[in-house]
């Protein structure tokens, strides 16, 4: 079947998904006050967004547990109602703070500066902030973090970068999980990189499998930690 026109929102259409300038302003705001009590505390953050079952829970769970003995780690564990998540990251001793956003699809850079009051910055080095699952929303939310990962499973298919852009474009990091499911599914990995390096050059793309580990050295050292 051919398709023979697309209809686009035009610029000044505001709807419900269609954000207001002034809410983007005032988070772009926090943000950066967020960034510099992180950075006088010298904290590093790495928000971590990725769709519902791409991996984020399963790679900071593998990177907490192996740079635990090296930096005292905090993690936010997004969510829209459940502690579940937070629940499992904790087992492994470090500080959790659930932020549960109720009916929003994003983290945002107020929400994690309630979480920054509840957490003790002088005995905290690392901060991995779990967005909720979403790859869309996060994009146009930044939180003010160091870094930003995106993480991918080849599950979503062999269009979803492409089909995303917008996410990829301030990511410094493109974790392409479930490799070892990629010929079931048809993705060519390859491709995959390919398409996040044409979106953003600057990104590091990185091929994990999180429930065997997998390449989570190798994020670590994307991520310069």
Do not use: W
Request: charged share 25%; aromatic share 4%.
């Amino acid at each position: 079947m051919k398709i023979n026109d697309v209809v686009k929102a035009e610029e000044g259409e505001i709807f419900d998904i269609e954000l207001d300038e002034n809410i983007l302003k005032a988070n772009a705001e926090l943000a950066q006050q967020n960034r510099e009590l992180l950075r006088k505390q010298g904290v590093k953050a790495i928000d971590v967004m990725g769709s519902i079952g791409a991996g984020k829970t399963s790679l900071i769970e593998k990177m907490v547990q192996k740079l635990k003995t090296h930096y005292r780690i905090a993690v936010f564990k997004g969510d829209l109602t459940t502690t579940i998540d937070a629940e499992i990251i904790g087992k492994h001793g470090v500080n959790v703070v659930a932020i549960n956003t109720g009916k929003e699809c994003h983290l945002d850079a107020n929400l994690v500066q309630k979480a920054l009051r509840r957490l003790d910055l002088e005995a905290t080095d690392l901060l991995f902030i779990e967005n909720v699952g979403n790859l869309i929303c996060p994009a146009e939310f930044p939180l003010g973090s160091e870094k930003r990962i995106v993480v991918i499973s080849v599950t979503e298919g062999p269009y979803m970068v492409v089909k995303h852009p917008f996410i990829f474009m301030d990511a410094d990091v493109a974790v392409i999980n479930k490799i070892d499911l990629a010929e079931a599914m048809g993705v060519d990995i390859a491709k995959l990189q390919n398409d996040v390096k044409k979106i953003n050059p600057k990104t590091k793309t990185v091929t994990t499998n999180c429930r065997t580990g997998k390449g989570v050295d190798q994020v670590i050292a994307a991520l310069n930690l």
